[in-house]
């Protein structure tokens, strides 16, 4: 099993450095798409409330979740 | 002839030297030198597993939560406050007033963040530093946190690194008539007879790290792991247990934890209108606790203003090992706990919001830049449902 999840971690690396050695530079009028504000990883304020929603009513904390404190999500 | 190739050879020379017109790149948004955001959350939640009343009763809630976000833009300075506040009612916020126990309905929580961003655009490196204040009746947390971005000489790659640290004190009273300074620890009114914990502080140490990376034309995906540990009080004091036999106590749960979660982000635009959003979420902790979630959101635009954005998201976890339900736990358990946010689960979440960018002049040298309304609905495995409403008006000013 050990030697098992050590080869699926071994391809894992393998895939990941591929994938991020094919990627190309792109001129900037190739960059229209990539630039739109929809095209964003972060988060606005929509979602920075969900986020807080889904800590407090999941044990699972939510990556990037904008809770400023533990707080008491009483019910 | 010499003035026939000087004619021809002065106008190739004129041509090559001929500067073209500028395109500006209108792809990229330029953002003002002040941008404001006003922001209105509402939240409706029910269930029937409130923890307050150890795993039964109700958990009828309404949140109102106005808030402002606001962004000062100089040079390569950046300031940034967001404050707001959360109203609560709450049905069994009743249970745990320490003056009366009950008929104190409503509570509230304030927060305030104010943050600062320096861009070295020469390394392109931006360093960031932040404040937290948050405050409610049992509850208040200082916290700082500082960070850094760097992004990759060709643009196709960015790293980020952020730690916060938390520091709570759960003791109630600072918002509540005839004290508004910090007493004690509030438990359930009949488990008053005696002090149940030994302290009354949480520390929470958290490491962010991020790193995106552009594939191609349309294209970019993230990986954000996350690193939490606590310690402390990380029981809520006013959770009442009871165990089998009719023996009642309060929430009692390790005075340690570490969590560790790992999220991957593919945004993907296809044609010319549609953005696929897609997250999927690793978790895990040493309470027992594993979850999956995938989410997507896919926003089509109508027109260059205004855009549908439907969205879905799947969470399973995999409860706490202190976890069990009403009566359900031994008085010889180490640890107990009947809150459901910790039990096996599942939830399904769907909305759609409505977003129009009209970048319409207002008075004052205002633009009103963006309006966006979102709903959604949220049910949970266990009888839990809410209904999420935002509502963002952006503005900015030159």
């Known amino acids: 099993m050990n030697r098992l999840k050590r080869k699926f971690l071994q391809f894992c690396l393998l895939a990941t450095s591929v994938f991020w050695a094919s990627c190309s530079a792109l001129r900037p009028h190739e960059r229209v798409f990539v630039n739109d504000p929809e095209m964003q990883m972060g988060q606005d304020a929509t979602d920075n409330f969900s986020n807080y929603v889904q800590s407090i009513r999941e044990g699972a904390t939510p990556v990037g979740n904008t809770k400023g404190s533990g707080g008491c999500g009483c019910n | ?398």
């Open chain 2, 1 to 398: 002839m010499n003035k026939k190739y000087f004619l021809i050879g002065s106008l190739a020379f004129c041509q090559f030297m001929a500067k073209a017109q500028t395109v500006p790149d209108t792809s990229v948004f330029k953002p003002s030198k002040t941008d404001i955001e006003l922001v209105y959350n509402h939240y409706l939640q029910n269930g029937h597993n409130s923890a307050v009343t150890g795993g039964i009763g109700t958990e009828k809630l309404v949140v109102y939560g106005p808030a402002i976000n606001l962004k000062k833009s100089k040079s390569s300075h950046q300031w940034l406050l967001n404050t707001g506040a959360d109203i609560i009612t709450s049905a069994s916020t009743d249970n745990i007033d320490f003056v009366v126990s009950s008929a104190s309905k409503h509570d509230a929580r304030i927060y305030v963040n104010p943050g600062y961003v320096q861009e070295i655009p020469s390394k392109k490196i931006s360093v960031k530093g932040g404040l937290g204040f948050s405050m409610e009746s049992d509850y208040l947390s200082v916290s700082a946190l500082a960070g850094f971005s760097k992004e990759s000489n060709n643009k196709m790659r960015s790293f980020s690194a952020q730690i916060q640290v938390l520091n709570d004190d759960l003791r109630w009273g600072r918002v509540n008539s005839g004290y508004y300074r910090p007493v004690r620890l509030i438990y359930p009114k009949e488990l008053r007879y005696r002090e149940w914990y030994d302290q009354y502080k949480r520390h929470t140490y958290n490491l962010k790290l991020g790193l995106t990376q552009i594939i191609n034309k349309r294209n970019t995906a993230g990986i954000f792991p996350e690193l939490t540990f606590q310690n402390g009080l990380l029981a809520t004091p006013f959770h009442r247990i009871y165990f089998k036999g009719d023996i009642q106590a309060v929430e009692k749960l390790p005075d340690k934890r570490w969590k560790f979660a790992l999220a991957l982000k593919w945004n993907a635009f296809l044609g010319g209108r549609t953005v696929l959003k897609n997250t999927v979420q690793f978790y895990t902790d040493d309470f027992g606790i594993r979850s999956f979630s995938y989410e997507n959101e896919t926003a089509f635009k109508i027109n260059p203003w205004i855009s549908l954005i439907p969205n879905i998201r799947v969470f399973t976890q995999k409860g706490s090992r202190f976890f069990a339900g009403y009566k359900e736990h031994s008085i010889n358990d180490r640890y107990y706990t009947s809150d459901y946010d910790l039990s096996t689960l599942q939830t399904i979440t769907g909305g759609l919001a409505l977003k129009y960018d009209p970048h319409y002049r207002l008075p004052k040298k205002l633009w009103l830049h963006s309006l966006k309304l979102r709903y959604q609905y949220m049910n949970r495995s266990n009888g839990l449902t809410g209904h999420i409403i935002s509502l963002v008006v952006g503005m900015g000013r030159e």
